[in-house]
């Protein structure tokens, strides 16, 4: 397969929206690899925690995430639906789902250093073959050229309604209030950060989701992915939706 025949598929959109959960349906339904780059986040902070960093020595969290080897891996059975992460040898696939989790890695996503390393990794797996990407930068930073970018959204309460039933289900009860506020209070981070933040593509499709269930986004992304499939074959290098 030829880097034009390869069809890279960039999800991006605040915490919440239900990016993963899509993203790794549609990249299952059609075969693609899938690469969850917020359990990349995720996986550098454990590895900074459990080697006694501090959460903002980017050279330092940098060196450890370059030499590990942060693993993904499909969901099954023993994940809840969520794709297994390893770091070595090592699963640490629920502790890195945690609340606290959610909030230790926001200082980590912010230092340049392991965006660095991050992205590189992220750009090497997406090179291999048809992937669909989820984070927060893939459609601006990772894969400015992938053929199709999706901005997934929903407003932070339909947000927190998620997340809550996510976490109960998980056996964590925080209050919807709590919650609303961590959601928007990571937007603002997410989106004021110095290094990559998040902000929608000019060439990115935005997909609103507050009165759509998880099959009807998924169905779309299937009909958008259709329309970005019939711009590769065709002579037009511009999508037709
Ligand atoms: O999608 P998530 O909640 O698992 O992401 C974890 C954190 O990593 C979140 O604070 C946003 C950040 N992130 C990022 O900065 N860039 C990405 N490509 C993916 C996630």
């Avoid at 606290?100 to 230092?111: N, W, Y």
């Amino acid at each position: 397969m030829t880097d034009q025949q390869i069809l890279q598929i960039a999800i991006d959109g605040p915490a919440g929206a239900g990016k993963s959960t899509v993203a790794r349906k549609l990249a299952d339904e059609l075969g693609y690899l899938y690469i969850d780059t917020g359990a990349m986040y995720r996986a550098a902070t454990w590895l900074a925690l459990k080697n006694n960093l501090d959460l903002n020595d980017g050279p330092g969290i940098a060196a450890l995430a370059r030499t590990c080897n942060i693993l993904l891996k499909p969901a099954d059975e023993t994940s809840d639906g969520k794709i297994r992460v390893f770091v070595d040898d090592e699963e640490i696939t629920r502790e890195i789902r945690t609340q606290k989790m959610s909030e230790q890695v926001i200082p980590v996503a912010a230092l340049k250093e392991v965006r660095e390393v991050l992205v590189e990794k992220q750009q090497y797996l997406a090179s291999i073959g048809n992937a669909v990407l989820d984070g927060r930068d893939i459609g601006t930073v990772v894969l400015p050229d992938a053929r199709l970018k999706i901005f997934l959204t929903a407003s932070a309460e339909v947000r927190a309604t998620r997340r809550l039933k996510e976490l109960n289900a998980q056996g964590e009860n925080p209050s919807f209030e709590e919650l609303l506020k961590a959601i928007i209070d990571r937007d603002h981070k997410d989106r004021t950060r110095e290094v990559s933040p998040l902000t929608m593509a000019d060439d990115a499709i935005e997909v609103v989701t507050d009165n759509m269930t998880i099959d009807e986004v998924v169905r779309e992304l299937h009909r958008l992915t259709r329309a970005a499939k019939e711009g590769l074959s065709g002579d037009s290098s511009r999508m037709k939706v």
